[in-house]
């Protein structure tokens, strides 16, 4: 149904918009404490997903993935990414969107975070995943729970780097309002 391919820092701008300016933006930006006045311009997007994400030069840090539809029409619907310069060896975060949510609903984030665990497990030996939607995110709780992640209490000090405790513990809709989605692999 679909496959995930390297984004390139070419594409860092549409993964800008997509995330800020799409149907879907209004709600989430809510969730994250954000106005439409208050919405992070392009260059502060760029000091937050940085050029590692986009050109592979730090796999041990993190990467950017599109997500590619793969019918007949090979059309780039969404954008997925781990982050581990913050957690414990072995450990990778994941978050993800789709261009529009004309595509939610229909497996596609299931199965992209399926492919990107996959991935990150056989080729770089990622064991433990974590994802932390906003609780009010039915759908994203839905479909990070359908490929196997499983709510948790999160003790901060088990996943995150000594250094990074402080900054990541509340996560990214204030304390307490996320879920502290687990997927471990053997
Ligand atoms: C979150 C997101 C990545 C999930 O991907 P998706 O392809 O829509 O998800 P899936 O179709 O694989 O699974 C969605 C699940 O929610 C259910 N669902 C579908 N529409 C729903 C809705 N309106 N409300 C609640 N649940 C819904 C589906 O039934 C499915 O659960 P189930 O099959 O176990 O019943 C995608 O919707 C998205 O990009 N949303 C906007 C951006 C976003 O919120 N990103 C996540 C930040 S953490």
Redesign the pocket.
């Known amino acids: 149904m679909i496959e995930l391919t390297e984004a390139r820092i070419e594409d860092r701008k549409k993964a800008y918009n997509w995330l800020f300016h ?1 149907d ?1 933006s209004d ?2 930006m809510n969730l994250e404490g954000y106005t439409r006045d208050t919405i992070p311009a392009y260059e502060e997007f760029c000091n937050e997903y940085w050029d590692f994400f986009f050109d592979g030069t730090q796999p041990e840090n993190g990467r950017c993935y599109k997500v590619i539809s793969n019918g007949n029409k090979k059309d780039e619907i ?1 954008f997925i990414y781990y982050t581990s310069f913050h957690v414990k060896e072995g450990i990778a975060e994941i ?4 261009k529009s ?1 004309d ?10 975070v399926n492919q990107l665990v996959d991935k990150l497990h056989r080729e770089l030996g990622f064991h433990t995943f974590f ?4 609780r009010q ?4 709780v ?2 990070y ?2 490929a196997g992640f499983k709510e948790t209490e999160l003790v901060a000090e088990d996943y995150y780097k000594p250094e990074f405790i402080e900054e990541y513990r509340k996560g990214g809709y204030g304390e307490g309002n996320d879920v502290f989605l687990l997927k471990k692999l053997k």
Not at 103 to 112: C, H, L, N, R, V
Request: hydrophobic letters at 40%.
């Open positions: 799409s879907f709600f989430l969404g978050d993800m969107w789709l949510l595509y939610a609903g229909k497996g596609i984030g299931t199965e992209a994802m932390r939607p906003s995110n039915t759908r994203a839905n479909a729970t359908r």
